[in-house]
């Protein structure tokens, strides 16, 4: 099992910045990809970012790419999201997550580990 624990969540006025972190234990070497997704209230939960833990390759939602970064540190097992340029519409509950495929799988259903969230707000 891999556990995994976010941090970083909180209120932001439209313009700021936030920095989320994704530590994980447990048996972390069975996971190849880490990713953030969000979810706002009434809507489905969607893809924002993925980094593979071995080389660094990213992807990100065409939503916030140029705005967020997503990076990983192997000694700390952890996983960060520097969201820059916040707008209102980034509020939501931000999720990590961790599985076994590459960049190309996008969906939720493709990763087996989450944490419990972190909420976003994003004042205008």
């Known amino acids: 099992q891999v556990q995994l624990v976010e941090s970083g969540g909180g209120l932001v006025e439209a313009g700021g910045s936030l920095r989320l972190s994704c530590t994980a234990s447990g048996r972390t070497v069975s996971t190849y990809t880490n990713a953030w997704f969000r979810q706002a209230p009434g809507k489905e939960r969607e893809f924002v970012a993925a980094?593979?833990?071995?080389?660094?390759?990213?992807n990100y939602a065409d939503s916030v790419k140029g705005r967020f970064i997503i990076s990983r540190d192997n000694a700390k097992n952890t996983v960060y999201l520097q969201m820059n340029s916040l707008k209102p519409e980034d509020t939501a509950v931000y999720y990590c997550?961790?599985?076994?495929?590459?960049?190309?799988?996008?969906?939720?259903?493709?990763?087996?580990?989450w944490g419990q969230g972190t909420q976003v707000t994003v004042s205008s």
């Open positions: 997550a961790a599985g076994i495929y590459g960049l190309a799988y996008r969906a939720a259903g493709d990763f087996p580990y």
């Open positions: 980094i593979i833990w071995r080389g660094g390759s990213t």
